[in-house]
């Protein structure tokens, strides 16, 4: 069964929002600025959903060329899955960051979590969570390949990851 909420029905309960905090933004060793552009912004004043992938994506390539040094002309990264959890909106004032970090690596997809925060009050406030499945990807064979050993230990040596995130199977 769907459960679907109404403009009309009672506000939501805003200790939902307090409850985003995160405890464990100090496992993310990555942080970025994101600049905002005015055609992020839509109608209602705040970024749209849908920019939201756009700043994962040039996180996630600032995170590639200073944390991983990712050499593209071997092996290049496609998204095999993209996620993202709405949780505050963000408006023009607002200046954010985001983190990030690989949660998972395989044997040629890895996953990397996202955080988007702003300052309020001197605390960071998360306004989304993502999550993005990447594959390790041949250009020339166009198919899926084997994660670069250079570039899986240079993720396994940031991130400093424990045997159980390392998974070679997957």
Known sequence: MM?????WQSKS?????????INDIDSYKYKTVIETRF?????????????????MEIARVKYWKH?????WKKTGVVIGQAALKYIVPIFPEDQIHMYVRTSRIGRSSFDLEYLIVKKKDGKE????KGMTACVAY????????????????KMILFEQLVSAEVNPEV
Request: aromatic share 8%; glycine share 2%; charged share 25%.
């Open 3 to 7: 459960n679907l909420k109404t403009l």
């Open 125 to 128: 406030i998360v306004c989304s």
């Open 13 to 21: 309960n805003e200790s939902d929002k307090t409850t985003e905090h």
């Open 67 to 71: 944390a991983i040094n990712w050499d």
């Open 138 to 153: 041949d250009n020339q064979s166009k198919q899926a390949t084997p994660i670069p050993e250079r570039e899986r230990n």
């Open 39 to 55: 055609a992020d912004f839509d109608m209602m004043g705040h970024v749209n959903n849908s920019v939201y992938f756009t700043y």
